[in-house]
């Protein structure tokens, strides 16, 4: 049974080493958050996921990473300086901030409870501005981006010239983005320092609607086949009023967080709006022509956009699981093997000289491929317990009989089911086990 409680990952973040609290030591920064030794690695397997997905599989997306800071013409063009904001109110009772559009009741202060407590609401721009070099001034301004698509328009060009691909095709990234948020909120769902998953797939005019559904669709699968139920998903249309300025339709892949469906990933359609735009303002021509037909044209936009770490917290709470084995209640994260941390265990029944040089010897063959966890202490039932709630698939168990037959135990996650296996065949047997 999936998490029905934030607090339950939460707990189980912080405990196990997923994640803390960043600059915890100095009482935290609100909204920020470090990925300790086992969140860095699902973090980064989240991401390595959907790159293979994205790039690896396919011959028409490539991969490229632009820079987090840039010029104030980047965002003049794509129009963030001017329309990238929230309403902003502030409550005259308690002096807190709210975003106007996320309040249930909109004459109710959700910190205090006074009522007819809020000021005019005023537009607040979300993104974080800062200077290079030296010498303030506006000559020095530059901002963080808020988002990793517009190093993807403003390098179309250079990635159509260089790659040698033609429409359709899509220019993938994943990185950092920076959104200075009014009400930053449930966890890693809402912060001001995140990651995203986006791609931009270019395609002539007339197929946008096709590749839009494709899009949605592709993207939907994804997570089913990572290990999301599909019960827990959704993929919702925006409404009219609730469509970007340059989007002519938008569908989110929303899952059921503890709070309700919220959002993972929004799938645009952003036609020819930030090729023309970049173009205006640079003053560079960003088209495609084809030779085939002797026609020039500004390519049309699908662009699949997903938060790396909200992806993260909805495959933890859809993979937390409470159970009972051998009259003991136990917690598993029945993660999908290519996004668990560690894919493989190796725990040697005791700490006696007599076994660690041979553990040790299963460990290097086993992490040739894998991420493999070493842990010789407490004894194995515990060890056991402690690799299932962090999600490892399999364990491998070197025992004393291990010196005699070569042979060792290798359980299984979610079953708990053990088979022996000879040492010389234990790569082909946990390739075969975890897929790949």
């Not at 607090?7 to 030591?25: H, M, N, P, T, W």
């Amino acid at each position: 049974m999936a998490a029905t409680d934030l607090d339950q990952i939460v707990s189980l973040c912080k405990r196990r080493g997923f994640v803390y609290q960043s600059a915890e030591i100095y009482g935290g920064f609100r909204s920020t958050y470090d990925y300790g030794p086992l969140g860095s690695l699902l973090l980064r397997n989240v991401k390595e996921a959907w790159v293979r997905s994205m790039v690896q599989q396919r011959d028409d997306v490539v991969l490229i990473d632009a820079a987090i800071l840039g010029p104030p013409q980047v965002w003049e063009a794509s129009g963030h300086l001017g329309n990238f904001s929230d309403p902003l109110v502030d409550c005259t009772n308690c002096k807190t901030r709210h975003r106007l559009d996320k309040l249930e009741d909109p004459d109710t202060c959700p910190e205090c409870g006074e009522k007819n407590s809020f000021t005019e609401a005023r537009e607040f721009n979300l993104m974080f501005k800062t200077q290079a070099g030296p010498v303030e001034g506006a000559g020095a301004d530059a901002y963080l981006r808020p988002e990793t698509a517009q190093g993807m328009f403003t390098n179309f060009a250079n990635v159509l010239q260089t790659s040698r691909k033609k429409p359709p095709f899509g220019i993938a990234q994943v990185g950092k983005s920076f959104r200075n948020e009014i009400t930053p909120q449930n966890w890693i769902f809402r912060t001001r320092e995140f990651e995203q998953m986006e791609m931009e797939f270019f395609v002539p005019p007339a197929e946008s609607e096709q590749w839009y559904e494709y899009w949605c669709n592709e993207r939907l699968n994804w997570y089913i086949e990572h290990g999301i139920p599909a019960d827990m998903l959704i993929l919702r249309p925006h409404d009219a009023d609730e469509l970007s300025h340059y989007s002519t339709g938008t569908s989110d892949v929303e899952f059921k967080f503890p709070w309700g469906f919220d959002e993972l990933e929004g799938i645009a359609q952003r036609t020819d709006y930030d090729l023309k735009a970049h173009a205006a303002v640079s003053g560079e021509r960003l088209d495609y022509f084809d030779p085939q037909t002797n026609e020039r044209y500004v390519p049309y936009v699908i662009e699949p956009a997903a938060g790396a770490t909200r992806t993260m917290a909805a495959f933890l709470l859809a993979a937390y699981d409470e159970d009972e084995v051998n009259g003991e209640s136990r917690t598993v994260l029945r993660l999908h093997p290519r996004l668990a941390p560690y894919k493989v265990a190796v725990l040697p029944l005791s700490k006696k000289d007599t076994l660690t040089p041979l553990a040790h010897e299963v460990r290097k063959l086993l992490a040739d491929r894998y991420l493999v966890d070493y842990d010789e202490t407490q004894n194995i039932g515990k060890r056991y317990r402690r690799q299932d709630e962090i999600g490892t698939p399999l364990a491998v168990t070197v025992d004393f009989d291990s010196l005699d037959d070569n042979a060792v135990t290798v359980r299984d996650r979610d079953t708990t089911e053990q088979v022996r296996v000879p040492i010389d065949e234990l790569l082909s047997t946990v390739s075969g086990r975890l897929g790949f």
